[in-house]
């Protein structure tokens, strides 16, 4: 059984940071598209960062920002989110691709407030 959950969020200050981490479980990590995504209160859910066997890709709101990255060995995904902004407040999801099939966690929320 396929399952992923996520980990990490909370409440912190602008500028801080955060590390978010997303636990994968029934199926290979290092076979598989693994990407974070958000939501904002009253908008759609918006793709942040991206990492396969090519490296990591990332949204033009966060470069710079945040990191992607992997421990297959563990089977955990990374969300290092630096430099916080209010806008960043979200929920944030992990998904998990392949066999043509999307999978996702649960959700953690981030939010960013003075």
């Known amino acids: 059984q396929v399952q992923l959950v996520e980990s990490g969020g909370g409440l912190v200050q602008p500028g801080g940071s955060l590390r978010l981490s997303c636990a994968a479980s029934g199926f290979t990590l290092s076979s598989s598209v693994m990407s974070w995504y958000r939501q904002a209160p009253g908008k759609e859910r918006e793709l942040v960062a991206t990492?396969?066997?090519?490296?990591?890709v990332y949204a033009d709101s966060v470069k710079g920002r945040f990191t992607i990255s992997r421990d297959n060995a563990k089977n955990t995904v990374y969300l290092q989110i630096n430099s916080l902004k209010p806008e960043d407040t979200a929920v944030y999801y992990c998904?998990?691709?392949?066999?043509?099939?999307?999978?996702w966690g649960q959700g953690t929320q981030v939010t960013v407030s003075s």
């Open positions: 990492i396969s066997t090519l490296g990591g």
């Open positions: 998904k998990a691709r392949f066999s043509f099939h999307d999978y």
